[in-house]
């Protein structure tokens, strides 16, 4: 329940603590560096390519590499929360991601630029895997929310850095282009700052004692499995839209409708995302949202692929909407199903293996399209593994002390 407190505000129609608001801001300005990072190097990748003389596959490595980066030091950054806490995790994560992203700045070839979105990846892994604790710890009764909060961050993230990347260098940089790398992490030492100053005010959130819970992830916990086969599907039908749209309207000769069907799909995420920061907390408790979405992204897929003229637009925009909202719930799972003094371990496990997985599947159905010229076959991987998907959902239930309420009843 919320706490009673004076001058209630409300978020789309759904009333919120005037207390919890500047909680939900700092969310939103995590969520915003989550990606925003990462979608620098595509407007940049023409420049990257004759200036500094990277290849075409030296490009396509910057920009995927932090995402497989992002499980694989999601165990670091659980071993930092047990020794840090979270807030200084997420601190910590914060200013190694800037670092990170700024050092790309210095024109010193590709060697230090793969250096730098290393470090660049670390410190977004240390941030997503903190946030599933903090928002347990802020905001327990509302982690659906909450994700979704940090979640509209993330996508407004990428879409400001990939939509005005550009712009800022025609107008602004010109010949000092490498300096988008620093200028869109300028705010990122103030955003430090404040959340040490808002943790110091809200309740703390300490890791539990090293005896008590161990720091690895449980391999053998099915529920583990379950939820990262969960997280690792929206992730994958989140991303194979953007992956394949191109050459899906490339091979019907209709690229003229590319950037209509890019925008539909993006913008209708960040929508989505919004209409969930009223409805999240509500649809974790049942199994059949995650069932909807599952099946209307996969019976998309065919649309996407043959629908005629325009029709593509339409499938391109509902596929970002349930796969958006796929994602999010996904996301909050780690938060919503454990006591609190396990959920940084439930998510660093989580992100591992799902974001392997994220990076591997899309990567086999690309093999598939180039060894077989079908844009179909392609699709092949994505679809199994959202029978996984479908397949795991049934077993998730809430665990222990956090078991409030079953998903399913």
């Keep these: 329940m919320w706490n009673t407190v004076p001058g209630p505000s409300r978020v789309k129609g759904v009333e919120v603590p005037a207390t919890n608001i500047s909680r939900y801001v700092l969310l939103w300005f995590l969520g915003l560096y989550l990606r925003l990072g990462i979608l620098i190097v595509p ?23 932090p995402m497989l980066l992002i499980g694989v030091g999601a165990l670091l950054g659980g071993w ?69 909060v940090y979640t509209n961050g993330l996508l407004t993230g990428e879409l400001l850095a990939a939509g005005l990347t550009g712009s800022m260098v025609a107008f602004i940089l010109g010949d000092a282009w490498l300096l988008a790398f620093v200028v869109w992490v300028l705010p990122v030492p103030v ?109 998309l897929i065919p649309a996407l692929l043959w629908l005629p003229g325009t029709g593509v637009i339409w499938a391109a925009g509902l596929f970002g909407a349930v796969t958006s909202a796929l994602l999010i719930l996904g996301l909050a799972l780690p938060a919503w199903l454990v006591p609190a003094e396990e959920v940084s371990r439930m ?17 086999v159905g690309g093999w598939l399209t180039d060894v077989t010229g079908s844009l179909a076959l392609g699709f092949l991987p994505v679809v199994l593994f959202g029978v996984a998907v479908l397949a795991a959902i049934g077993g998730i239930r809430q665990r222990g002390p956090a078991a409030n309420h079953v998903a399913g009843t």
């Design 43 to 65: 407007p940049l990748i023409p420049r990257l390519e004759s200036v500094l003389g990277f290849s075409s596959s030296q490009s396509a490595v910057l920009t995927s590499l």
């Design 347 to 363: 998510a660093a496990g989580v992100l591992l293996i799902g974001y392997t997985l994220v990076f591997v599947v899309p990567t």
């Design 191 to 299: 955003l430090m700052a404040v959340v040490l100053w808002r943790a110091v005010i809200a309740r703390p959130v300490a890791p539990a004692p090293a005896s008590s819970v161990p720091l690895s992830p449980d391999w053998r916990d099915p529920l583990l499995w379950r939820v990262a086969v969960v997280l690792a599907g929206a992730g994958t039908l989140y991303f194979c839209g953007n992956i394949f749209l191109p050459p899906i309207l490339a091979a019907s000769d209709r690229l003229y409708l590319l950037d209509a069907s890019l925008a539909a799909l993006n913008g209708i995420q960040i929508l989505s995302s919004g209409l969930l920061i009223a409805y999240a907390d509500r649809l974790l408790h049942r199994h059949w949202p995650f069932y909807a979405a599952t099946v209307i992204a996969l019976l």
């Design 80 to 148: 930092f929360i047990a020794r840090l806490g979270v807030v200084g995790t997420l601190v910590l994560g914060l200013g190694v991601m800037a670092a990170g992203s700024a050092l790309r700045g210095i024109p010193a070839g590709f060697s230090l630029f793969v250096f730098a979105t290393v470090v660049m990846g670390l410190g977004i892994a240390f941030m997503q895997t903190g946030l599933p604790a903090l928002t347990r710890s802020w905001l327990p009764d509302n982690v659906g929310r909450a994700a979704a």
